[in-house]
């Protein structure tokens, strides 16, 4: 999703996963991510719910970037 008012643009992407891997595995891996967004790095947040012993972890992932713009045409 992008969006924006002429003087910004902002970028949200959010996914949906499903994993066995542990909480903190997942924290570990996206702090040492470099998601880069249109000028700097991106903001990655993350929820997780549990789908019970047999299926995993889900967890959802939002990358969120903002930069300045002067019409950008990536924000239309």
Do not use: K
């Not at 008012?5 to 949906?16: E, F, H, L, N, P």
């Not at 997942?26 to 947040?45: D, F, K, L």
């Amino acid at each position: 999703m992008g969006g924006g008012s002429g003087d910004y643009c902002d970028y949200r992407i959010r996914m949906t996963i499903e994993t066995s891997l542990t909480m903190e595995e997942i924290r570990s891996y996206y702090r040492r991510a470099a998601i880069a967004g249109a000028e700097h790095r991106a903001v990655v947040s993350l929820w997780f719910g549990d789908l019970g012993d047999t299926r995993g972890r889900e967890v959802i992932v939002e990358v969120f970037d903002r930069h300045g713009s002067d019409w950008d045409w990536r924000c239309t």
